[in-house]
């Protein structure tokens, strides 16, 4: 049965091929028929090619968007967290700096010389007050630069004077005492410097 249905379906394309080369107008028209239809195959996969390459262009062009608002967000993060840090670390600074000058007159009144016994005695009260209060300010982050006899260093002290000596660029006193607040500059020692004086040709002679 099945060999019979294929004979017929031969059969049936000969006849097909006879009559085409028969009819070559008639062949003519059945290709022009099936030519659209691959022209409409042929458009419709370039315009998936064109929707695939728009999608990805797009794809591109969000994660650049999204990747650069992630870099933003952190780098805000680690702003904040790099301020919040500083501001833990330096939050006693203003307080310490307002301290500062009412314990420099404590030394002073305590620095004060005296041959009455009681001012004597309240000197050494305010010196224990003095100590008390510089212990806490230490704690806290205080620090004494330390200038007399030292190089004279600018980024921590301000010479107001400068004086005739031996060595050059001495502190060869301190007119205010300088502190240090962590690693910041509190106050600058007010300082006088030497300044080693320079030897003339005709002097020499």
């Known amino acids: 049965m099945e060999e019979k249905e294929k004979v017929v379906d031969d059969s049936k394309e000969a006849k097909d091929a006879k ?4 009819n070559p107008e008639v062949k003519e028209e059945k290709e022009k028929k099936e030519e659209p239809k691959e022209e409409i195959k042929k458009e419709k996969k370039n ?3 064109e929707k695939i390459a728009k999608l990805e262009a797009e794809y591109k062009e969000l994660k650049n968007e999204y990747l650069k608002v992630y870099a933003e967000m952190e780098n805000t993060k ?6 919040a840090i500083k501001d833990r ?5 203003n307080v310490v700096g307002e301290l500062i000058d009412p314990v420099d007159m404590l030394i002073k009144i305590v620095n004060m010389p005296s041959d009455n016994p009681e001012v004597k005695n309240y000197q050494i009260g305010f010196q224990m007050i003095a100590n008390q209060l510089l212990d ?4 806290e982050g205080l620090s004494h630069i330390e200038a007399l006899g030292k190089d004279f260093d600018p980024n921590k002290m301000q010479a107001v ?3 005739e000596s031996l060595e050059d660029n001495k502190v ?3 007119m205010q005492e300088g502190y ?14 030497g300044k080693k004086k320079e030897i003339k040709e005709e002097e020499v002679k």
Do not use: W
């Open 19 to 22: 009559l085409d080369e028969k």
């Open 47 to 49: 315009k998936d090619k």
């Open 78 to 83: 680690r702003r904040l967290n790099e301020q």
């Open 89 to 93: 670390k330096y939050a006693s600074q």
């Open 136 to 139: 806490i300010l230490k704690n």
């Open 161 to 163: 004077e400068t004086l």
């Open 172 to 174: 060869l006193k301190v």
């Open 180 to 193: 240090m607040y962590k690693d910041r500059i509190l106050r600058p020692a007010m300082v006088v410097v």
